[in-house]
């Protein structure tokens, strides 16, 4: 069983940045690719970035190239999101996420572990 759980959500200005952290236990992530997810209220879950298991392949929506950065540090079994010059439609639930056996980096079904959750509020 793998818990996750997220941390650094808060609220910030638009324009501002944000870090969050995806913090696994119960088994060893570095051979699966984790991701970050994000749901609005009234909205879909929909997938912003990924990170293969070694972190050499790196996955973006378009909605946040150029402004976010995922990266992953296996030693703390962590995965972590960098979020810049954010504007208010980033304001949603961020979800990390585990994929132990998948073909598609962005879709939703894929992914077999999910963490609770932390609120990013974005306002303009």
């Known amino acids: 069983q793998v818990q996750l759980v997220e941390s650094g959500g808060g609220l910030v200005q638009a324009g501002g940045s944000l870090r969050l952290s995806c913090a696994a236990s119960?088994?060893?992530?570095?051979?699966?690719?984790m991701g970050w997810f994000r749901q609005a209220p009234g909205k879909e879950r929909e997938s912003v970035a990924a990170?293969?298991?070694?972190?050499?392949?790196?996955y973006y929506a378009d909605s946040v190239k150029g402004r976010f950065t995922i990266s992953r540090d296996n030693a703390k079994n962590t995965v972590y999101l960098q979020m810049s010059s954010l504007k208010p439609e980033d304001t949603a639930v961020y979800y990390c996420?585990?994929?132990?056996?998948?073909?598609?980096?962005?879709?939703?079904?894929?992914?077999?572990?999910w963490g609770q959750g932390t609120q990013v509020t974005v306002s303009s």
């Open positions: 996420a585990v994929e132990t056996d998948g073909s598609s980096w962005s879709r939703v079904y894929e992914y077999d572990y």
């Open positions: 119960g088994r060893t992530l570095s051979n699966y690719r």
């Open positions: 990170i293969s298991g070694n972190g050499r392949r790196l």
